[in-house]
C-alpha cells in the first residue's frame, strides 16, 4: 500500500531532523529572540530542502544527484562560508546594549537561511538515495505515487521535529533578558561559526 511510504517518510523525516546541528542551534536561537513563528520558518526552511532532496532521490533524478555530489566541494565550501558569516553576525549582535527584536523580514530570512543551509550539504542527497533505494524507489518502475508518499512523509516528519524544538524553545521566549540574550548570541554564534571553520577546512 502506498500510504505505508508515507509512514516510512514520516519516521525518516523526523529521524534526519531531529540530531541537533547548525540549523537546530538556529532554531533554538530565533526561536528565544522571536518567538515561535520565528523558530518555526528556521525549521520549515530545512524541511522544504529535506523534500526537495526527497525529490530528487524518490523520482530518481539521477542527473541531478550526480551534478550535486560532484560538486560537492564547492557547494559544501559556501555552506561554510555562509554558516561563518551567519555565526559571527550573531556574536557581533551580542555586543547591542539592547538586543532587536526579530522583525518579519528577519523572520522571513531566517526560512532562505535554513533552506540554503540544508541544500549546501550534499552529502544529504547521498542519505535520501540510500534509503529510497533501499525501499525500491528512484527508478520508473516503482512508480511516482509511492515516491510522493514518501517525499510527503518527509517533510511532515521533518516539519513535526521543527514544530517541537521552536514550541519548547518559546517557552522561554518572555524570560530572556538582554544580559541573557546576549549571552545566548555569544553561544550560538560561536558554534555557528565553528560548524562553518569545520566545513570550509575539510573542503580545502
Known amino acids: 500500500?502506498?500510504?505505508?511510504?508515507?509512514?516510512?517518510?514520516?519516521?525518516?523525516?523526523?529521524?534526519?531532523?531531529?540530531?541537533?546541528?547548525?540549523?537546530?542551534?538556529?532554531?533554538?536561537?530565533?526561536?528565544?529572540?522571536?518567538?515561535?513563528?520565528?523558530?518555526?520558518?528556521?525549521?520549515?526552511?530545512?524541511?522544504?530542502?529535506?523534500?526537495?532532496?526527497?525529490?530528487?532521490?524518490?523520482?530518481?533524478?539521477?542527473?541531478?544527484?550526480?551534478?550535486?555530489?560532484?560538486?560537492?566541494?564547492?557547494?559544501?565550501?559556501?555552506?561554510?562560508?555562509?554558516?561563518?558569516?551567519?555565526?559571527?553576525?550573531?556574536?557581533?549582535?551580542?555586543?547591542?546594549?539592547?538586543?532587536?527584536?526579530?522583525?518579519?523580514?528577519?523572520a522571513a530570512m531566517g526560512y532562505f537561511s535554513a533552506l540554503l543551509l540544508t541544500l549546501t550539504n550534499p552529502m544529504t542527497i547521498l542519505s535520501f538515495t540510500a534509503v529510497f533505494a533501499g525501499m525500491g524507489l528512484g527508478s520508473v518502475t516503482t512508480g511516482h505515487l509511492a515516491a510522493g508518499w514518501l517525499v510527503a512523509g518527509v517533510f511532515s516528519g521533518s516539519m513535526a521535529w521543527w514544530i517541537i524544538l521552536s514550541s519548547a524553545s518559546s517557552l522561554f521566549n518572555t524570560r530572556m533578558n538582554a544580559p541573557a540574550m546576549r549571552w545566548i548570541n555569544r553561544l550560538s554564534g560561536t558554534v555557528l561559526a565553528g560548524f562553518g571553520v569545520v566545513a570550509v577546512l575539510g573542503r580545502l
Do not use: H, N
Open 1 to 106: 500500500m502506498d500510504f505505508s511510504f508515507f509512514i516510512k517518510g514520516l519516521i525518516f523525516g523526523f529521524s534526519i531532523a531531529a540530531p541537533v546541528g547548525p540549523i537546530g542551534i538556529l532554531c533554538i536561537r530565533r526561536s528565544l529572540a522571536g518567538g515561535w513563528s520565528a523558530g518555526l520558518l528556521t525549521g520549515m526552511g530545512a524541511a522544504t530542502a529535506d523534500a526537495l532532496y526527497g525529490c530528487v532521490a524518490g523520482f530518481g533524478l539521477a542527473g541531478i544527484t550526480g551534478l550535486l555530489v560532484g560538486q560537492r566541494t564547492w557547494i559544501q565550501l559556501v555552506g561554510g562560508l555562509f554558516l561563518c558569516y551567519l555565526g559571527v553576525r550573531i556574536f557581533v549582535s551580542a555586543t547591542e546594549e539592547k538586543p532587536a527584536p526579530e522583525s518579519s523580514g528577519s
